[in-house]
């Protein structure tokens, strides 16, 4: 196993439109991080699962974002009606009952024009 | 709640003196602490953490910090700066469910 992957690397999309991202964890995390980090700035927590429950949701998740994990591996991360303000970069994370192995992925970076 | 200030946005320090990135932290339960490190358009790379035991925590690439409970500190440093350690540097709390809580980032330049 190679890690946190997650795709895609880069997204461009239009303001208004709607997009998804993926992020297969480590094979045997059972939990699943989202974060969000904005240019200078540190990531920000935004959800996680512990296998397909999705046990806690940050305030910065607003109702254009829904995230799911349906069989306890891979989640996907989807944002409805992007706004500029969405541009950022999305790291997901992984990691088993503690924090020791917990891994992060290399994120997506999305820009909204 | 856990929430994390790092003190100074920005550090300059010349080639071969020392690196100090402070990081100071709040917690409702007993604090898992980590430093991170992450370079132009790349992701976060683990420097060192800490959990349990020993208090001076020693990491990659020269870099050690050491847990302060009495000061709710966990301060980054290393004792000679290369120029490949200009990067912006983040430290973490984790949760009750290991989600991290990281603060607004320390820039690091060295100066040769």
């Known amino acids: 196993d190679t890690g946190v992957s997650q795709d895609p690397r880069h997204k461009i999309t239009k303001r208004g439109q709607n997009v998804t991202f993926r992020c297969d964890p480590i094979?045997?995390?059972?939990?699943l991080y989202w974060y969000r980090q904005t240019l200078g700035q540190g990531p920000e927590f935004l959800t996680y699962?512990?296998?397909?429950?999705?046990?806690?949701k940050s305030r910065l998740l607003s109702d254009r974002f829904s995230a799911e994990r349906p069989k306890g591996s891979f989640s996907t991360l989807e944002i409805q009606r992007t706004e500029q303000g969405d541009s950022a970069m999305y790291l997901c994370?992984?990691?088993?009952?503690?924090?020791?192995?917990?891994?992060f992925g290399s994120g997506t970076r999305l820009t909204v024009v | 709640a856990q929430s994390v200030t790092q003190l100074g946005s920005h550090v300059s320090v010349s080639e071969g003196a020392l690196v100090l990135l402070r990081c100071n932290y709040s917690?409702?339960?007993?604090?898992?602490l980590f430093w991170y490190v992450q370079y132009p358009n790349q992701g976060l790379q683990l420097l060192l953490k800490?959990?349990?035991?020993?208090?001076l925590v020693k990491g990659i690439n020269g870099f050690e910090a050491e847990f302060k409970k009495s000061e709710t500190s966990f301060h980054l440093t290393k004792p000679s700066a290369h120029m490949s350690d200009a990067a912006e540097y983040f430290c973490?709390?984790?949760?009750?469910?290991?989600?991290?809580?990281f603060g607004t980032g320390t820039s690091l330049t060295v100066i040769p």
């Open positions: 994370a992984s990691s088993g009952e503690t924090v020791y192995g917990y891994t």
């Open positions: 094979s045997e995390h059972n939990r």
């Open positions: 699962f512990q296998n397909e429950a999705q046990l806690e």
């Open positions: 917690s409702s339960v007993p604090p898992y």
């Open positions: 800490y959990t349990t035991g020993a208090t």
């Open positions: 973490a709390v984790s949760g009750s469910g290991n989600q991290f809580y």
